[in-house]
């Protein structure tokens, strides 16, 4: 879309969204739905549906009640002020203008208070947004695993800071854009892209959209001086792309062709783009291939250099690029401003400062302007509040699923090695994506793992291989 058309966009979205949440809140849609299942008391009232339809009508029951609580009228205003937010924001973070966009968050921040209020809370107003992106999760679960966290990861950091750093200046050279995307695709096809059915494009702010399983687009970023980021940012977008193909293509319209959560929908993504796109055994098979496509420049990258290189660990400012130690104390400092933001605590005026201060107390660096700070992600603009704490669910979910994978795959990394990779989406495919919503996140991986969501696995997964990055002793040999 041109930029000067966003007005009318504007425009478009909140009469669409309007139309869409009447049907949704329709008296011939209750009816409908309250001959399936008592919308009281959430008792299924047709006994003769199968497991997989009562499972199906308790969603519907659950995404009615939540969609009823909200006013058209807040939705239309919501989906307006978003999409004339998501403009100032572009603008206040390309100027770096904190102030411009100030009084556009301070309306995202009370909208969103406000929708807390209609959806309801038992204990806190931020379980009524986390709600809404990680269904029956709470504030409390959050933050308990999250602050857990904190200490065990600068711990890691700070050893990790103590050795010789690792030159990653091979990395920085310059490619061609076309070189990148070329091989990105090639890639994608090794994880079984058909391009049938899948398109790869460009744009700044990389993601996956989903029309149909059979309908699937991902984007990409490029930057020339850094084809790394397009690596993990190809990796990435298609984990969330193939857990879209793998839903059950047959209840489609139903709640059991809808992803579980953006925590489980994360999982897919960290899962590919980090414990196979920047594991040993996948360059094994894919540094060749890369340094066919990429010619003469990267003829000297051995395998153990270039794993060490993309595995770097360094405080940085932008989340997006960040390692994996970094990674979720980045996210850890999105959420204690939005938890405060929505109880009260903190005004959106004073978010840069927190911002600073915080960032600096966890990840060990002050951003010298709000651009490389508090202005960087889309998130608030586009009234997504709740949403950053499943960018670490997904880590830790993904380090969970991941173990009990390997446990029932102990050869993975000789298969990997040799270039298979059907049978790790297999694996996915049959554990978490066929299930749509017919569970909760949390009850999905229980199920899956026989373990409750827990941050032991990922802290594991990071200790051992970052100690063997920077030849350390591991701290938590278990
Ligand atoms: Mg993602």
């Known amino acids: 879309m041109p930029r000067g058309a966003h007005a009318i966009r504007a425009e478009q979205l909140s009469l669409m969204s309007g139309l869409e949440h009447k049907k949704k809140t329709s008296k011939a849609f209750e009816k409908a739905l309250s001959a399936l299942i008592d919308l009281e008391s959430g008792n299924i009232l047709l006994e003769e549906l199968s497991e997989e339809q009562k499972a199906a009508a308790r969603v519907w029951r659950r995404d009615y009640l939540k969609d009823t609580a ?85 711990a890691l950091l700070e050893r990790i800071l103590c050795q010789p750093q690792i030159n990653t200046e091979p990395l920085s050279q310059e490619f061609d854009e076309e070189r990148q995307l070329a091989f990105s695709k090639e890639m994608l096809s090794g994880l079984g892209f058909s391009w049938e059915h899948e398109r790869l494009d460009l744009s700044t702010h990389p993601f996956s959209e989903t029309v149909h399983p059979t309908d699937r687009r991902i984007t990409t970023r490029l930057e020339k001086s850094d084809f790394v980021s397009n690596l993990r940012t190809t990796l990435h977008e298609a984990g969330h792309s193939l857990y879209d193909q793998g839903l059950p293509i047959e209840h489609f319209g139903t709640p059991l062709a809808e992803p579980i959560s953006l925590g489980i929908h994360e999982s897919q993504s960290r899962f590919w783009e980090t414990r196979i796109g920047l594991s040993p055994s996948f360059w094994k098979h894919w540094l060749p291939k890369l340094k066919n496509a990429y010619g003469p420049k990267t003829e000297s990258i051995t395998e153990d250099a270039f794993y060490r290189m993309i595995n770097r660990v360094e405080p940085s400012f932008i989340r997006v690029e960040s390692d994996e130690v970094t990674y979720n104390l980045h996210v850890i400092l999105r959420f204690e401003i939005e938890k405060a933001l929505i109880e009260g605590s903190l005004k959106p005026s004073e978010v840069p400062e927190f911002w600073n201060s915080k960032m ?40 969970q699923f991941f173990e009990t994978f390997a446990s029932a795959h102990p050869n993975w990394e000789e298969r990997v090695a040799s270039g298979e990779l059907a049978f790790i989406l297999e694996w996915l495919r049959e554990n978490v994506h066929r299930h749509g919503r017919r569970y909760l996140g949390k009850e999905l991986v229980e199920k899956v793992t026989g373990q409750k969501l827990s941050p032991e696995p990922f802290l594991r997964y990071l200790d051992d291989k970052y100690s063997k990055i920077y030849a350390m002793e591991g701290i938590a040999p278990k």
């Open 70 to 154: 909200l006013p058209t009228s807040f939705i239309q205003k919501m989906s307006k002020l978003t999409s004339q937010a998501l403009e100032v924001w572009r603008t206040a973070r390309e100027k770096s203008d904190f102030k411009s966009f100030l009084p556009t968050l301070e309306k995202v921040v009370a909208m969103k208070r406000k929708q807390a209020d209609y959806l309801g809370f038992d204990d806190h107003p931020y379980d009524a947004l986390l709600d809404e992106y990680e269904p029956g999760m709470t504030t409390q679960e959050v933050s308990e695993v999250l602050h857990g966290l904190v200490p065990k990861l600068r």
């Open 360 to 399: 600096q107390q966890l990840v060990g660096i002050t951003p010298p302007n709000d651009r490389l700070g508090c202005l960087q992600d889309i998130h608030w603009a586009f009234g997504l509040m709740g949403y950053f704490p499943t960018y670490t669910l997904g880590n830790l979910f993904a380090a």
